[in-house]
């Protein structure tokens, strides 16, 4: 026997896609729709987003600022990991939808609903991570993905219902599939489905284009506790502030775009323009600075990591026990990454061009090129002597036949 549905949570942002979903879900379900609108830094205007939802047919509307939440406890470990998928994408928008998913598990328990709802279409990604998060959290939960079941094919039918339900309907064309929120923008469709074309001028939003970019550098330094960012050029900030002062500042010099085709974990080829200001300089910075505190073996133990932590956080498993294991391994190796880095931001780049830590290991009298007392070059010929035992024999014994 179904179990019956008499209320659902809709991740909802106010657009066609969920309004309509939102009615869509009452009519077909004959339930109460609860909705939860999280801003996450998408720079929105979201004022009379809630009071829309009810007038939709929602019996309740939660509009809750994430921002803080989403930056210090998704952002900053993924950030510490040196996440990147395909060893190009920063991965904004995966990072956000275990948070949003996150929510929706918590309003349901407190609105004891029976399921939650989301807008994501049945070939991408995020239906699989926000599903995935409801079931790490909340397996009990039942999970409506109308993309997948209903008969509404195209903005045209949902634009035909919106008016048979009399749901407002916005004047505005949307010459791109867009999500925004603190750590990035993305953009898919418009001319960006032919992966020859080259990106137009509207897919610039958080970063200027390269060549509007200021003709002098600029110079920021960005220090560290722990792996993560805790001042911008010498003032205290929390981080979710870190991250805006980065974007304004990384955006203005055209740093942080991205076009690439990508593999979704559905199996689809996908191409998309990723803007990531202040996320690219502060992978860049604590990049760097695990370079004078952070010990060899170490790094390069979590180095092996990263494709695995990224993929985890691409195709939803932030909630799962690999990713978890995963980021317990990092936070310890994090425990020294401690310093400032000086960054000089010049016509789409970042180039750290300094750095200090109170935990450096980096040692002058041993890196210099002058005499030092403390390193006989001698040693190195047993060093050397001792490595070299396992090729001189593969040459002796196995090249030779």
């Known amino acids: ?27 077909t379900y004959g339930c109460e729709v609860v909705t939860l609108t999280a801003d996450l830094g998408q720079e929105e205007d979201l004022d009379g987003v809630d009071a829309k939802a009810l ?10 600022d994430l921002r803080e ?14 996440a990147v998928y395909e060893g190009r994408y920063l991965l904004g928008t995966s990072i956000a939808r275990p948070l949003i998913a996150k929510r929706l598990v918590d309003i349901a328990r407190a609105e004891g ?7 994501a279409t049945g070939k991408g990604n995020d239906q699989v991570r926000f599903e995935l998060t409801v079931n790490a959290l909340a397996p009990d939960l039942d999970v409506i993905a109308p993309w997948r079941i209903w008969d509404l094919r195209s903005r045209t039918d949902l634009t035909a219902f919106a008016e048979k339900h009399g749901i407002p309907l916005s004047t505005s064309s949307k010459q791109y599939s867009m999500d925004r929120n603190m750590l990035h923008c993305s953009f898919e469709g418009g001319e960006l489905e032919d992966p020859w074309c080259e ?38 900030m929390s981080p979710a502030t870190i991250v805006r002062t980065l974007n304004t500042i990384a955006g203005r010099h055209g740093i942080g775009r991205l076009d690439m085709v990508e593999n979704r974990f559905v199996g689809i080829k996908s191409r998309g323009v990723y803007e990531t200001p202040g996320g690219t300089v502060l992978h860049i910075a604590h990049r ?14 979590r180095d092996q990591m990263i494709p695995r932590y990224a993929e985890a956080v691409y195709n939803g498993f932030w909630f799962a026990p690999e990713r978890e294991a995963m980021q317990a391994f990092i936070d310890k190796t ?15 780049n970042a180039y750290p061009v300094g750095r200090t ?39 002796q014994r196995v090249k030779k036949g």
């Open 1 to 27: 026997m179904a179990k019956a549905i008499n209320k659902v949570v809709l991740a909802y942002s106010g657009g066609l896609d969920t309004s309509v979903i939102l009615k869509w879900i009452a009519v």
């Open 55 to 64: 007038r939709t047919g929602a019996s309740r509307a939660y509009v809750e």
């Open 69 to 82: 939440e989403f930056a210090r406890d998704f952002i900053f470990p993924m950030m510490r990991s040196g």
């Open 113 to 119: 609903a029976q399921a939650v709802a989301h807008g």
């Open 199 to 236: 990106p137009g001028p509207n897919s610039h939003v958080m970063a200027v284009p390269v060549e509007q970019a200021p003709d002098t550098p600029e110079y920021i330094t960005i220090e560290f506790k722990k792996g993560d960012a805790v001042a911008v050029n010498g003032e205290a």
């Open 288 to 301: 760097d600075l695990e370079g004078i505190c952070m010990d060899r073996e170490s790094m390069h133990l």
């Open 334 to 348: 994090q425990e020294t990454v401690n310093g400032t880095v000086r960054l000089k931001l010049y016509k789409g």
């Open 357 to 395: 830590s109170p935990n450096t290991l980096y040692c002058h009298d041993l890196a210099t090129f002058e005499d030092c007392a403390t390193y006989d070059h001698a040693d190195a010929a047993g060093f050397i002597k001792l490595q070299g035992l396992r090729v001189r024999g593969y040459a």
